[in-house]
Nanobody
Framework: QVQLVESGGGLVQAGGSLRLSCAAS????????TGWFRQAPGKDREFVAC????????RYADSVKGRFTISADSAKNTVYLQIDSVKLEDTAVYSC??????????????WGQGTQVTVSS
């Protein structure tokens, strides 16, 4: 069974940094675009970033450009999301997803369970 497993969430102070990981269970995922989404309490899920496995094409939501960096390590079947200068409004459940069409309106067929990121002041 194909799986995506997120890790790296937790409690972080505003201004700090953390790195989220999305580990894919199969090399099959190298043919997919992998994206990160987040859902804050009481809000709709929103697109954060996506990348292809070669790492040559990354896209970001305008709200996170300059602070978030997505990267892919094909040898480890893992996609990372580096979050710097964390803000209170970054508090959310972060989920990774994979599909053939990326971007905010892409088609993602596989989803992880999510990892909670909580930012404290």
């Amino acid at each position: 069974q194909v799986q995506l497993v997120e890790s790296g969430g937790g409690l972080v102070q505003a201004g700090g940094s953390l790195r989220l990981s999305c580990a894919a269970s199969s090399r099959t995922f190298r043919s997919y675009i992998t994206g990160w989404f987040r859902q804050a309490p009481g809000k709709d899920r929103e697109f954060v970033a996506c990348i292809n496995w070669s790492g040559t094409n990354a896209r970001y939501a305008d709200s996170v450009k300059g602070r978030f960096t997505i990267s892919a390590d094909s040898a480890k079947n893992t996609v990372y999301l580096q979050i710097d200068s964390v803000k209170l409004e970054d508090t959310a459940v972060y989920s990774c997803a994979a599909g053939m069409i990326g971007g905010p309106l892409g088609k993602y067929d596989y989803w992880g369970q999510g990892t909670q990121v909580t930012v404290s002041s």
